[in-house]
């Protein structure tokens, strides 16, 4: 079966990076939208950042887009979302998703394929 798993969460101090990592399995996703959202307890789902299959342009949630970024291993389905200046909040569990029908990558709600989630922490 299609699936993905998320890894490379943790707990860090305010100011630090982290690296997530979004694998895939089961079918190629290397011609499908891929992206990142996030979830805080009692708030919706957000985007962070995320790509179409045929291009390399990046669509990044606002309150992101000057510290974080996405990129794309196509031959092994893998996306990558590097958080550079991490700050407390970002706190939230980050998802991965993939569907083959999005064509702009921005609604968490066009997604079909989603991975568990990974807890990211920030203290101050």
């Known amino acids: 079966q299609a699936q993905l798993k998320e890894s490379g969460g943790g707990l860090v101090q305010a100011g630090a990076s982290l690296r997530l990592s979004c694998a895939t399995s089961?079918?190629?996703?290397?011609?499908?939208?891929m992206g990142w959202f996030r979830q805080a307890p009692g708030k919706e789902r957000e985007l962070v950042g995320a790509m179409l299959g045929g291009e390399d342009r990046a669509y990044m949630g606002d309150s992101v887009k000057d510290r974080f970024a996405v990129s794309r291993d196509d031959p092994r389905n893998t996306m990558y979302l590097q958080m550079n200046n991490l700050k407390p909040e970002d706190t939230a569990v980050y998802y991965c998703?993939?569907?083959?029908?999005?064509?702009?990558?921005?609604?968490?709600?066009?997604?079909?394929?989603w991975g568990q989630g990974t807890q990211v922490t920030v203290s101050s």
């Open positions: 998703a993939a569907d083959d029908g999005v064509t702009v990558p921005l609604w968490p709600e066009h997604y079909d394929y």
């Open positions: 089961g079918r190629a996703f290397s011609n499908s939208a």
